[in-house]
């Protein structure tokens, strides 16, 4: 093959190029490393949390009474002091009470001085009066007492005689009334049985053909009837006579009259097919129609007397009541008269003593242990009084400090309650700062700690410091996670805050000074290790360390560097 001067400027510049494809593959890139020195500082810790401005100071105001609202002297947003009255409540019933205690305690007073003093000789002269007075009173009691007793008496002695009067007239109309039960029932088995029965068969038909069959009918259906009530009477009249008493005779005289009136009925129905009677001697009908007659006029007869021997009985009941019920009224009355003497009687003998320990004492003069009884009613008065104009004073609503007022919740012409909030308070520029923080960080944080704080209502170059005052050891649940309530005081007073201003709180938990720092970013982590990389000779060496505090920037090595060394913070391969 022919080489050309073109072919050998292709193959030196191809070898060229393979040739710098192989260097480029087989050399090792260059890295350039940021690093920082290891150096002596400060080392805040610190967290970052959100809190708002609240007064310092937040005062519920509520009545210590119910009472009407009469008068509202704020309104939201007023400025006031210590001392102003706020709400005015109705205090009318309580002034009424304190003018009537003002004159008890006068009156108490009054007898205190008139018992220190003494009695005077027409005092003397009045109480012996009304001893004498007192004795009349008593004996007229005492006679007035006996005349009640024996009215008793009496009266106890007409109730019983009225008592076994009546029962005496009662049993005598009741022996009446039983023995006509008797009777009746006597006279209607008679009726049915022998007057009325030759008529009718055993089967109860009857023994001569008529020319009316439904009077025939009307015969045969009311003497089964009139046979059964007859049992039925039997049985009422055993009742009445088994009671033996007013009560159970009447309560029976309906059941037996409704039964002598079925008999009767079967007596008119037999005289009225009588008068249809066929196939008989005239005669047997006249006597049929003899015996029927007699016996319905036997029933009319002891229905009527029965009636009688009834009316008899009730009427007599009603008189007994009558007398029996005056009786118990005038017995009453009696005891109730006694009982009245023996009050009086008391009352009598206790004026009487009343009236001979007046007279004593003023002879005598009044002892130590009176006097000072009624000092004792003079301070119990006092005590009263008090009590009331401390009660008045609560018929104010009065603001205990100095504050701004943010809500009145009362108007005039409302009845409020003790537990109504009527006047909320803020402190007037006294503010403090609440924050939630998690429980992750709250265990760094303690009373006492400093707080610098921003405010987004301001630039963020303005800052403000505080102090932790306050942490509730209970925790609040927010969706889940728990925090702390925490109070952050502001060291110096600012006009310019206000209540409900987001604040930003760095709080400082921890600091170090002249310790032994690193950059944050130059620390390096894995699961049980962490460690830095020192850079010796240009190239970076592993070295554990130990960590102490360090913040977003910063951390403290308590082991494993010297100060001067220099760390590696980032690496960047060339």
Excluded at 113 to 127: D, V
Excluded at 378 to 404: G, H, Q
Excluded at 482 to 494: G, M, S, V
Excluded at 497 to 525: C, F, H, Q, W, Y
Aim: glycine share 4%; net charge negative.
């Amino acid at each position: 093959m022919k080489f050309t001067r073109k072919t050998a400027i292709i193959c030196v510049v191809s070898a060229a190029i393979v040739g710098g494809i192989v260097f480029a593959a087989t050399r090792k890139p260059a890295i350039s490393y940021e690093t920082e020195k290891v150096d002596r500082g400060t080392v805040v810790q610190e967290v970052s949390v959100t809190g708002s401005i609240t007064p310092s100071k937040k005062i519920s105001l509520q009545p210590e009474v119910g009472a009407k609202v009469t008068a509202v002297f704020v309104s939201e947003g007023d400025l006031v002091k210590a001392g102003d009255v706020l709400v005015q409540l109705d205090s009318k019933d309580v002034l009424a009470r304190i003018a009537s205690q003002r004159a008890a305690l006068n009156s108490a007073r009054a007898r205190l001085a008139e018992l220190a003093a003494g009695a005077t000789p027409q005092e003397i002269a009045l109480a012996e009066t009304a001893v004498a007075t007192a004795v009349s009173r008593r004996d007229s009691a005492i006679s007035a007492k006996a005349d009640a007793a024996v009215a008793l008496t009496n009266a106890r002695s007409n109730y019983d005689n009225v008592t076994a009067k009546t029962e005496t007239l009662t049993s005598n109309k009741l022996e009446v009334l039983l023995l006509d039960y008797d009777q009746a029932l006597t006279d209607a088995k008679d009726a049915v049985e022998r007057q009325s029965g030759p008529m009718f068969t055993n089967n109860d038909q009857l023994t001569f053909s008529s020319t009316n069959f439904a009077a025939e009918t009307l015969a045969r259906g009311t003497r089964t009837e009139a046979k059964a009530k007859l049992v039925d009477l039997a049985v009422s009249v055993a009742y009445a006579e088994a009671g033996g008493t007013s009560e159970a005779a009447l309560a029976a005289y309906p059941a037996i009259s409704a039964d002598l009136a079925s008999v009767k009925a079967h007596l008119e129905a037999d005289r009225e097919v009588l008068n249809y009677a066929n196939g008989i001697p005239t005669a047997t009908v006249t006597t049929y129609q003899l015996n029927v007659s007699s016996a319905l006029t036997s029933m009319g007869a002891i229905s009527q007397k029965l009636n009688n021997d009834k009316s008899a009985v009730d009427l007599q009941v009603k008189l007994n009541q009558a007398d029996v019920t005056a009786a118990q009224i005038a017995l009453s009355n009696a005891e109730a008269g006694l009982s009245a003497a023996n009050f009086a009687t008391d009352t009598a003998e206790k004026a009487l003593a009343q009236a001979n320990a007046d007279l004593m004492l003023r002879k005598t003069g009044t002892r130590q242990e009176v006097l000072n009884a009624q000092r004792a009613r003079v301070e119990a008065e006092e005590a009263t009084l008090s009590s009331l104009l401390a009660d008045l004073t609560k018929r104010k609503i009065i603001s205990p400090i100095d504050a701004v007022v943010t809500e009145v919740a009362a108007e005039v012409g409302e009845t409020v309650q003790p537990s109504q909030i009527i006047v909320t308070l803020n402190a007037k520029d006294k503010f403090e700062i609440v924050a939630n923080i998690s429980e992750v960080d709250i265990a760094s944080i303690a009373v006492g700690q400093a707080v610098a704080v921003t405010l987004d209502a301001f630039p963020t170059a303005e800052k403000w410091s505080g102090r932790v005052i306050t942490i509730n050891p209970a925790e609040k649940v927010v969706e889940g996670v728990i925090f702390y309530e925490t109070k952050i005081l502001f060291d110096k007073e600012d006009a310019r805050l206000k209540s409900g201003m987001t604040a930003n709180l760095d709080i400082e938990t921890g600091r170090r000074e002249n310790a032994i720092r690193v950059p944050l970013r130059a620390l390096r982590s894995t699961p049980g290790r962490t460690y830095v990389e020192v850079l010796v000779d240009g190239k970076p060496q592993e070295r554990d360390v130990k960590v102490g505090i360090e913040n977003s920037r910063t951390a403290e090595l308590l082991e494993g560097l010297r100060e001067g060394e220099v760390v590696v913070v980032s690496s960047t391969a060339k």
